[in-house]
């Protein structure tokens, strides 16, 4: 049914719309935009993974930022920028209702990133206030949460929620955000034994103010180690361009 679908209503990529003869793969991409998706890769801060400009910085060491404010979350890991055409597809994920892009995303995240989850128990995600949920109708960091939980093998919590409806992030500075965060997130359920090691997953990371606050609610619970999967980053807006020292994305 859906290859007749198909030959009579051929399906497009959602980047530069057109509709080629060799089709499109599972994130709804032709070939050639698939080739301008730029992953996240180098020499990074492995909390805000801005480009780390000294070559002789150790791998895995935070950018100076960090180091004199670290986030609550313990690493940070991100499959790609958040540009066209990877923008396009997750602005269809979010508002255009194509929610098998989520597991899509997690079935390419996953193997990705084997290595770096393998120590990881508890699949998480950031939620949405209830409110903003029945808007939508679902959460889509939650499709690729919980389709990560089955790529890893791993049981999937909603034990975080968020307490408090925030105004939108959109426009917000870093300051800004976490004050419109603050005590956003709360945990519901028993607290954690063990001291665990929590994957918790959004989609777009910005300035990291709400994977901030939710690893913070995670930690405050029991959670002994978070590490942070998005989905897309967003460039940082001041980021230098190539060969120019400085903070580059």
Same mark, same amino acid.
């Given at each position: 049914?859906?290859?007749c679908?198909?030959?009579?209503?051929?399906?497009?990529?959602l980047?530069?719309?057109?509709?080629?003869?060799?089709?499109?793969?599972?994130?709804?991409?032709?070939?050639?935009?698939?080739r301008?998706?730029?992953?996240?890769t180098? @020499? &990074?801060?492995?909390s805000?993974?801005?480009? /780390? =400009? %000294?070559?002789a910085? *150790?791998?895995?060491?935070?950018?100076g $930022?960090?180091?004199?404010?670290?986030?609550?979350?313990?690493?940070?890991?991100?499959?790609?920028?958040?540009?066209s055409?990877?923008?396009?597809?997750?602005?269809?994920?979010?508002f @255009? &209702?194509?929610?098998y892009?989520?597991?899509a /995303? =997690? %079935?390419?995240?996953? *193997?990705?990133?084997?290595?770096?989850? $393998?120590?990881?128990?508890?699949?998480?995600?950031?939620?949405?206030?209830?409110?903003?949920?029945?808007?939508?109708?679902?959460?889509?960091?939650?499709?690729?949460?919980?389709?990560?939980a089955?790529?890893?093998?791993?049981?999937?919590?909603?034990?975080?929620?968020?307490?408090?409806?925030?105004?939108?992030?959109?426009?917000?500075?870093?300051?800004?955000?976490?004050?419109?965060?603050?005590?956003?997130?709360?945990?519901?359920?028993?607290?954690?034994?063990?001291?665990p090691?929590?994957?918790?997953?959004?989609?777009?990371?910005?300035t990291?103010?709400?994977?901030?606050?939710?690893?913070?609610a995670?930690?405050?619970a029991?959670?002994?180690?978070?590490?942070?999967?998005?989905?897309a980053?967003t460039p940082?807006?001041?980021?230098a361009?190539p060969?120019?020292p400085?903070?580059?994305?």
């Open positions: 049914m859906i290859r679908l198909d030959w009579f209503l051929p399906p497009l990529c980047a530069c719309r057109r509709s080629p003869a060799d089709g499109i793969d599972r994130l709804n991409l032709c070939r050639r935009c698939r301008r998706a730029r992953p996240v180098g @020499r &990074r801060c492995p805000c993974l801005t480009r /780390l =400009a %000294e070559p910085v *150790p791998a895995g060491f935070p950018c $930022a960090c180091r004199r404010r670290p986030p609550a979350f313990d690493r940070l890991l991100a499959g790609w920028f958040y540009e055409p990877i923008r396009e597809v997750m602005v269809g994920l979010k @255009r &209702r194509l929610e892009l989520g597991a /995303l =997690a %079935e390419e995240l996953a *193997p990705r990133f084997a290595a770096e989850l $393998a120590s990881c128990t508890v699949v998480s995600v950031v939620p949405l206030h209830w409110a903003r949920w029945l808007r939508r109708g679902y959460n889509q960091a939650g499709l690729i949460a919980r389709q990560m089955i790529e890893l093998g791993q049981p999937y919590s909603i034990s975080l929620r968020r307490r408090l409806w925030t105004k939108p992030q959109t426009g917000l500075d870093r300051v800004e955000r976490r004050a419109n965060l603050r005590r956003a997130f709360s945990w519901r359920g028993p607290r954690v034994t063990g001291r090691h929590w994957l918790l997953v959004d989609d777009v990371f910005t990291g103010a709400t994977l901030d606050c939710a690893a913070r995670l930690k405050a029991g959670v002994g180690r978070v590490t942070a999967l998005i989905a980053a940082h807006p001041g980021a361009r060969g120019i400085g903070r580059n994305m």
